[in-house]
């Protein structure tokens, strides 16, 4: 049984930054993808940024040159570096990971997205 387990949300100022940390245990296998998504109240879910199963990294445009996406494969773990926060980074952050090489790409409609496992969620407030 996978389990994602996500780490190191909170509050901050405008312009602070945050980083996430998504620890994945019982994963089996070399070919998978994973991700960050978010998801403030009102809105749809969204693919921030993504790490292909090749390393191949993507982001959302609104993210783009803001955060940064990385994994330690060696402890498991994927991470998302977020700088120049802004208020409308407000959300539910969840990280999920795939059996698939190009299911967690990011900035796809929320239908593209059909992954095999989620975290339960780390709560990022941005304040003006």
């Known amino acids: 049984q996978v389990q994602l387990v996500e780490s190191g949300g909170g509050s901050v100022q405008a312009g602070g930054s945050l980083r996430l940390s998504c620890t994945a245990y019982?994963?089996?296998?070399?070919?998978?993808?994973m991700g960050w998504f978010r998801q403030a109240p009102g809105k749809e879910r969204e693919g921030v940024a993504g790490?292909?199963?090749?390393?191949?990294?993507s982001y959302a445009d609104s993210v783009k040159g803001r955060f940064t996406i990385s994994q330690d494969n060696a402890k498991n773990t994927l991470y998302l570096q977020m700088n120049s926060l802004k208020p409308e980074d407000t959300a539910m952050y969840y990280c999920?990971?795939?059996?698939?090489?190009?299911?967690?790409?990011?900035?796809?409609?929320?239908?593209?997205?059909?992954?095999?496992?989620w975290g339960q969620g780390t709560q990022v407030t941005v304040s003006s």
């Open positions: 999920a990971a795939d059996y698939s090489d190009f299911g967690c790409r990011a900035g796809r409609s929320p239908d593209y997205y059909k992954l095999d496992y």
């Open positions: 019982g994963y089996t296998g070399s070919t998978y993808c």
């Open positions: 790490i292909d199963s090749d390393g191949s990294t």
